[in-house]
């Protein structure tokens, strides 16, 4: 997701975009959709019409509040504080549906605990298939509380540091760095059976 | 929080990155752009279009005008003299200042 020496920066293209240029519209989706696209569905256990939809509508709000936009701080960040808000607004919204898109497209024929024991119960002779392994760590990521589960993926998918994950959670450095300690005390958990199978 | 986390241990570890690394994020399908530019057409051609064929900013307008008269009739009939112009406009300017900046960080 580099940006090569002739291309626009970030923050030109949405002085661009507040002139109402779609092509420069374009050039900035084009840059980010993988980035947004793919923390949505990290986000919501799965891709499917809610992601797309959510996805869009990030870029959507970028284009109108282009015209306000003033760099405070990295554009990826700012992108990233309006892929969480409206996340989190889907999540609130949702909270009272027990099928919960991560939910649903996670949700297997067995429960986890009981998928968990079974790979603690594996023989180290028994070998992981990569889908299985695939199917756990995605089952254990989206079985996170949403808060450490983002900060799990801007800081191992999109690479941020602490700071600018503060700045996109609207948290405190200790607060982000809290919640990543427990995600990786609860990933730890989760996934302990593969650990010890894998080693 | 336990002497771990305190002593800056802050990652994931090698064993669980190694295990996250191993189920990337999807990426976006090729005509997400595609799709979300004729999303944002719809939506401008929608709003050009207003309630009742009429251009939105000219209900906007409506509204101003009628709260400014609502506004300056009450003040005409109920002067108060506790607080100056001055005074209101500089809350007013604070309050609006203070909106943007909230909005600009929650990205509306």
């Known amino acids: ?199 | 929080m336990n002497k771990r986390n305190d002593q800056g241990d802050e990652g994931l570890g090698r064993e669980l990155e190694g295990l996250l690394a191993s189920v990337p994020p999807p990426k976006a399908p090729a005509w997400f752009a595609a799709k979300t530019l004729a999303k944002l057409r719809a939506e401008k051609a929608e709003r050009r279009g207003g309630w009742l064929r009429i251009p939105q900013w000219k209900w906007l307008a409506a509204g101003l005008g009628m709260v400014v008269l609502v506004f300056g009739v009450m003040r005409w009939n109920h002067p108060t003299d506790g607080i100056s112009d001055a005074e209101v406009f500089a809350a007013l300017n604070s309050l609006v200042q203070e909106d943007e900046d909230r909005r600009w960080w929650a990205g509306l």
């Open chain 1, 1 to 199: 997701m580099g940006i090569g020496q002739d291309e626009p920066r970030d923050e030109n293209l949405m002085a661009q975009i507040a002139t109402g240029d779609e092509m420069a519209f374009r050039q900035l989706i084009e840059r980010h959709q993988d980035r947004v696209y793919g923390t949505v569905a990290k986000m919501l256990g799965g891709t499917g019409p809610d992601v797309e939809e959510l996805a869009q509508e990030i870029f959507l709000r970028v284009w109108r509040a282009a015209p306000r936009y003033q760099v405070k701080a990295k554009f990826t960040t700012w992108l990233m504080t309006i892929t969480r808000n409206l996340v989190f607004t889907f999540f609130e919204s949702k909270k009272n549906r027990r099928n919960e898109l991560a939910v649903q497209a996670l949700a297997g024929e067995e429960d986890f605990g009981t998928a968990r024991e079974a790979s603690l119960s594996r023989t180290a002779a028994d070998e992981l298939s990569g889908k299985e392994l695939a199917e756990a760590v995605e089952k254990a990521c989206a079985e996170l509380p949403h808060g450490q589960r983002m900060v799990v993926h801007l800081r191992q998918y999109e690479g941020m540091e602490f700071e600018e994950i503060a700045k996109a959670m609207g948290m405190s450095l200790t607060a982000v760095k809290a919640l990543m300690f427990r995600a990786r005390e609860n990933l730890r958990e989760k996934l302990s059976g593969y650990f010890r199978a894998s080693n």
